[in-house]
C-alpha cells in the first residue's frame, strides 16, 4: 500500500487505529485524526482504540442525518447517553473527542486557537447545501465564544470534483438554499462535452456533466463565515482515487467502509498557541 502524496501542511503517521491523515497547523492547536479503511469502525473496540490513541475514554459520535443540527459537548457537564441526530458537533470537553464518519462526503475539522474548543462537521451535497460548516462556526461562536479569525480549519479526504458528477437537481437544490448564482457556478464546474456524445445521440443537456467541488464549497462557506482562507488546509485527497487507503460510496457502494473524523479540545483553554 502506499500512501497518496499530501500538501506540506498534512502528513501521514502509522498508528494503532492504522495509518491516519493529521494536519500540522490544526496539530498546534488540537489534538486530531483522519483515519482511513484500515480501521473499519465497525465495533465499539475500533472506536477505542480511536480514543486511547488520542487519550480519552470516550468519543461521542451522533446519528449523521445531512444536516445542519448540532450537537454540543461542554466541560464538566454530564454527557447525554443518547445519540443525536446531528453532522455538527462541537466541544470544549478535554475528556472526550468528537467524531463525524464519512465515505465521500466532506470531514471537516475545526479548532479556537484561542479557547480551545473543536468542531467536527460532515458535509455530504445535502449538507453542504444546509450549510454544515457554517453552521459549524456559529456554533463555536455561540456556544464558546469563538471568534472566526482564530480558527484552523482542515478539510479531510472526500469524493473530488475529479469523480463527482452530479445532475443539475443539485444546482436547483443549491439555488433553494438560497446561495447566490456566482457562488453555485464556483461549486459546479462543468465537464466538457464527451467527444462521442454527437454519435451517440445525446441530447445538447445530456452532453455535458456537472460536477461537484463539494471540499471546495465547504472551504467557501467557511470564509464566508469569516474563517481567513490561510488557516484552511484542505489535503485535496479524492477517496474514490485511492481506493487502497480511503473508501467511497460511489466508487464501491454498499461494500464501502467509513472514514472518521475525530478531535479532541485543548485541556488548558487559557495556553497560548504557537503563531500560526
Ligand atoms: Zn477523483
Not at 486557537?113 to 445535502?126: F, L
Not at 463527482?164 to 448564482?181: I, K, M, Q
Not at 457502494?253 to 467509513?258: F, L, V
Request: proline share 6%.
Amino acid at each position: 500500500m502506499t500512501l497518496p502524496g499530501v500538501p506540506e501542511s498534512f502528513y501521514w503517521m502509522q498508528s494503532p487505529c492504522g495509518p491516519v491523515l493529521k494536519c500540522r497547523p490544526l496539530e498546534w492547536v488540537a489534538d486530531h485524526v483522519f483515519t482511513t479503511r484500515e480501521l473499519q469502525l465497525s465495533s465499539a473496540d475500533e472506536w477505542r482504540r480511536v480514543g486511547d490513541f488520542l487519550g480519552v475514554a470516550a468519543v461521542v459520535t451522533s446519528n449523521q442525518v445531512h444536516g445542519r443540527d448540532v450537537a454540543t459537548s461542554r466541560r464538566g457537564l454530564p454527557r447525554a447517553l443518547v445519540r443525536q441526530d446531528a453532522d455538527v458537533l462541537v466541544s470544549d470537553d478535554p475528556d472526550v473527542a468528537i467524531a463525524v464518519r464519512a465515505a465521500d462526503c466532506v470531514p471537516l475539522l475545526v479548532a479556537d486557537s484561542s479557547t480551545g474548543a473543536v468542531a467536527a462537521v460532515h458535509a455530504g451535497w445535502r449538507g453542504t447545501a444546509a450549510g454544515a460548516a457554517a453552521a459549524g462556526v456559529q456554533a463555536l461562536r455561540r456556544a464558546f465564544g469563538a471568534k472566526p479569525e482564530h480558527l484552523v480549519a482542515a478539510i479531510g479526504p472526500s469524493i473530488g470534483p475529479c469523480c463527482y458528477e452530479v445532475g443539475s437537481d443539485l444546482v436547483d437544490a443549491f439555488a433553494a438554499a438560497g446561495y447566490a448564482r456566482h457562488v453555485i457556478q464556483r461549486w459546479f464546474a462543468s465537464r466538457p462535452p464527451r467527444r462521442d456524445a454527437a454519435r451517440r445521440g445525446l441530447q445538447p443537456q445530456a452532453r455535458t456533466s456537472l460536477r461537484l467541488d463539494v471540499a471546495g464549497a465547504n472551504r467557501d462557506q467557511l470564509m464566508l463565515e469569516g474563517v481567513p482562507e490561510g488557516k484552511i488546509y484542505a489535503c485535496g485527497l479524492c477517496a474514490a482515487m485511492h481506493l487502497d487507503v480511503l473508501t467511497s460510496y460511489r466508487a464501491e457502494k454498499e461494500k464501502a467502509g467509513r472514514l472518521a473524523a475525530v478531535i479532541r479540545a485543548r485541556a488548558d483553554s487559557r495556553q497560548t498557541p504557537p503563531a500560526i
